[in-house]
C-alpha cells in the first residue's frame, strides 16, 4: 500500500492529551487556569442585529479572535455576513422612503390647496362684486343725461342742438343697459369639486337684479328712440314751405317738381313710421295726411296755372290747417311719453341704488 506522506499532526492532535490523561507527562495547564485565559479574552463587538450572526463569526469568538490573527499574518479576514442583509434592507427601504416622500408633497400640496384655493375663490368673487358695483353705477350717472334728454324731446320750444343731442344720449344709455346686462347673464367662475363656492352664491340675487334693471334701461332707451324718430320725422314731412297763390308758368313748372319731390319723401318717411303704441294716433294722421298731399298737389297746381287765387288760398290754409293738426297730435304724444317715462327714470335710479348697496363684498 502506498504510504501517506507524514504530515505534522494537528494542534491538539498531538497525543499529548492521552499521555496527560494515563499520567505519563505533566499537564500542561490546569482547566482553571483555561477558564482563566478563556476570561482573559475579550470578545469580538457584537453586531448591531443579533439576526444576522453568522456561525463564523461565532466561531471567531469561541476561538479567541483567530480571525485578528489571521488578518495580522496576512491572511483575509471574512467578511460578516450582516453587511449582505443590511444591503438588501436599504434596498428594501428605498422605495418606501420614495414612498413616503410622495405622500408627503401630496399632503403638502393638499393643504396648500386647502388654503389657497379658497382665497382665490374669494378674491375672484370680490372683483366681480366690483365690477358689478361699477356697472350699476356707471348705469345710474346716465339717468341724468337721460332725463334732460326726455326733456328736450318733449319740449316743442326746445333749440335744435338741444334736440340733436338726444341720439348721443340714447346711445349712451343703452350701451350702459346692454353692458349690465351682458354681465349679469355672464356665467359664474367654475370652481373644484369640494371648495367653497359660497361667495359666488352670494352674488345670484345681484346678477338677477342687474338682468331686470338691464331691460328697464335698454327699454327706456327703445322709448325714446321711437319719440325721437316721431319728432324728427314729421319735421320732414311736407318739406315745401313757400306756397304762393299766383305764380308764372315758369314757376309753376319748379314749384310742380319741388312739391312731386316732397310727396315721394314724405310718403317714404311715414311707411318708415314704426307703430308704437303711444304713437300710433300720430301715425295715422301723418298717413291720411301724406294720402291727401297727392291730390291736393294736383288742385293746388290747377289753380295756380287757372289763376284762381282764392281756390289757391283755400288750399294753402288747408294744408297748413292739416300740419297744425298733425304737430298738435305729435306734440300730445311726446308730453304722454314724458309723464310715463319720467318716474320711470327715477324709479330706475333708485333701484339702482339699492342694488349698489346690497351688493355682497
Known sequence: MPKHPATDPLPGNDGR???????????SLESTDSYATLEGLVPPPM??????ISAGAVAAAVNGGLVHEAAHNGGLVPIGEGAPHQADRARRRWPWLVAALIAGLVVAATASGI????????EEASQLASQYRATLTNLRNELPVTQAALAALTDPAALDDDVAAVPAAIAQL???SGLTTSRATTPLPETLPLVPHARFEALEPTRSTMTILGAAGRDLAGRLGVGYTYRTTMEALFAVNVLPTSATATEITGLSL?????????????SELRPDGGFVEVRDAAVA??????????????ALRAEDRARAA???TERGAALAALNLILRDALMRMRLDLDPLIVELAAELETAIVVIPG
Not at 17 to 27: I, M, N
Request: hydrophobic share 45%; charged share 20%; no cysteine.
Open 47 to 52: 453586531p448591531d442585529d443579533t439576526s444576522t
Open 174 to 176: 343703452n350701451s350702459a
Open 17 to 27: 492529551w492521552f499521555l496527560e490523561l494515563v499520567g505519563a507527562v505533566e499537564p
Open 314 to 316: 283755400e288750399l294753402v
Open 115 to 122: 388654503y389657497l384655493l379658497p382665497r382665490s375663490v374669494n
Open 289 to 302: 295726411a301724406s294720402q291727401r298731399y297727392a291730390t291736393w298737389q294736383l288742385e293746388y297746381l290747377e
Open 258 to 270: 319741388a312739391l312731386a319731390t316732397d310727396l315721394a319723401d314724405t310718403g317714404r318717411l311715414v
